[in-house]
């Protein structure tokens, strides 16, 4: 298959905005595997800041920046993102290049701990707020879950009222695969 997967498409976006010495965004860390892809991304002097609601996923995150690493890179927040402006320290607004959500669930963990409506726009606005010009915010949207589906239409809502002045914003999706595949919105600050 030439076309790109949903995954590997959200890296490719990724690569595109963000280069070494970047400071971008984990907006939801899980196990890590994104904040590892960012931490690479920027380099040795660049920063990543990562946020999860769970321990569980701040320690797994953590565990895997160490064993990469990459942990000086990375500054980790047991907190959810809708503080992302207020624990972003001020010296570095304006000069985020990235960003990433990976909504829903942490696989393999309590899937009522969601990703919610509310607190995702709002993240989503102060990272918009905070970002450079032609910096990138990369949802990966998970919709099969409970609570996916209220998601999902919450943000396609939102998203389609930005100000195309403000930013270009695409969606990337397959639409024939049954199970409710994973979609990408991608939101490029103008
Ligand atoms: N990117 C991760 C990875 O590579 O493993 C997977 C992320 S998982 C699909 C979604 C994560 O969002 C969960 O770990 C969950 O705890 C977290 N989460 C839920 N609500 C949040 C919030 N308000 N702020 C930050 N993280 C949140």
Redesign the pocket.
């Known amino acids: 298959m030439k076309l790109d997967r949903i995954l590997p498409f959200a890296k490719i976006l990724l690569q595109k905005c963000v280069k070494p010495g970047d400071i971008v965004v984990?907006?939801?860390?899980?196990?890590?595997?994104?904040?590892v892809f960012l931490a690479e991304l920027i380099g040795k002097t660049g920063k990543v800041y990562g946020?999860?609601?769970?321990e569980q996923?701040i320690q797994a995150t953590k565990e895997r920046l160490v064993q990469s690493g990459l942990l000086e890179r990375v500054t980790l927040f047991h907190?959810?993102?809708?503080g992302i402006s207020s624990s972003i320290p001020q010296a570095h607004h304006g000069l985020i290049t990235g960003g990433?959500f990976?909504?829903?669930?942490?696989?393999g963990?309590d899937k009522t701990?969601?990703?919610?409506p509310e607190?995702?726009i709002a993240?989503i606005e102060q990272l918009l707020t905070i970002m450079a010009p032609e910096g990138i915010i990369v949802l990966v949207i998970?919709h099969g879950h409970e609570g996916g589906a209220q998601e999902r239409e919450s943000l396609l809502h939102y998203c389609r009222q930005i100000d195309q002045n403000f930013a270009h914003v695409l969606q990337y999706q397959y639409i024939n695969q049954q199970n409710n595949p994973p979609f990408i919105i991608a939101i490029e600050k103008r």
């Open positions: 984990d907006a939801t860390v899980g196990n890590g595997h994104d904040t946020f999860d609601v769970q996923a907190k959810g993102h809708e990433i990976n909504l829903g669930y942490l696989p963990s701990i969601i990703t919610r607190t995702t993240a998970y």
